[in-house]
């Protein structure tokens, strides 16, 4: 491949397509550019996430994909893929640099596809492994896990080198696919910003990009727990303390928010003081509705209740005066 990512601007340094990956501090960024189609896109995820969902959310999309590029095949690849901004899974980039290398040999590309879905299958099964066994939370040293699974395989990195990136450009907001940065070296000469000096891997197959993440991964030991909410793998960023998922749940709450609520509600109800509250406030609210008690009557009684469950929680009263009192 020709180096560098190129800018769109100066035809002079255009190449025809790219792929790219690198993780900042908190974020993973993939970035995809043709010129064909004059399409540039950046996937950007939080940490940890590309290969939580890699296993977790995105089989199903990927089949679908995979079966449409298939019935395509004999047409412009890209341009089957020109709304690449509605696909989740950026890996899937790859296997379109693969046919489109292939282009003057359209007869094999069903080879292509094939040998493509046997590395993503062979991919998502040894990131299952890596994500739920190395570097669950559980796992005490994810190094001598390591050991024990893969022993001194090597993991290979093909196609990554330092690159000069725009400081600002780093960090951006997650999951809203927008235009990549162009970074080419001339035009940042010009722009005179501040540089960081980043790991950027230009995978050309499944294994070299997965490789490079899961190199990361190990390297800042990055833990993976499950979500107490929907069950899928997450990285556990903020380490023991979360417990849920940034993943949508449902509507626009996230399984992160609708978690919090949870906690909330569970802290409160494991109070047995709040515990006996709650429930004579549900008693006498009933009694309106029964009409043996009028709704004036019920308010002057909560507002007593309030004052003796503040007594009780400070232990001016004991639990058991309180209880007697809201049984009266
Ligand atoms: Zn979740």
Known sequence: MKGGWQSTVDTKFLMDRC???????TQEIFEWYSSKTSRSIRWVFNYGESLAFFVEDWEKEDERIIRQIEDHVDQEVEYVLTDMQQIQNPFLCLLVMQLVTQQYD???????????????REARKDARILLT????????????R?????????????????????????????????????????SMCCMSSQMTAIEICYPENMLELYNFLKAIYLRRAVRFKRCRLCGKLF?????????????KYSGHKSC??????????????????????????????????????T???????????????????????????????LKQ
């Open 19 to 25: 792929f790219r990956v690198y993780v900042t501090k």
């Open 106 to 120: 359209k007869y094999n590309s069903p080879f292509e596809i094939a040998s493509f879905w046997d590395q993503i």
């Open 133 to 144: 066994d190395c570097l669950c939370m559980e796992t005490e040293s994810p190094c001598a």
């Open 146 to 186: 390591y050991w024990d699974l893969w022993k001194d395989e090597p993991i290979p990195l093909s196609h990554v080198r330092i690159e000069l990136l725009p400081s600002y450009k780093l960090n951006c907001s997650v999951h809203q696919p927008v235009s990549a940065v162009i970074t080419d070296a001339k």
């Open 235 to 247: 990285a556990a960023i903020d380490g023991e303390r979360t417990e849920y998922c940034s993943r």
């Open 256 to 293: 992160c928010d609708i978690g919090a609520v949870r906690v909330y509600q569970k802290k409160i109800l494991s109070n047995p003081i709040t515990r006996a509250y709650n429930r004579a406030y549900k008693t006498h609210n009933a009694r309106i509705r029964y009409g043996t008690m």
């Open 295 to 325: 709704r004036a009557e019920f308010q002057t009684w909560v507002a007593e209740a309030k004052q003796l469950r503040g007594a009780c929680q400070s232990g001016e009263i004991s639990l058991d005066r309180f209880e007697k009192w």
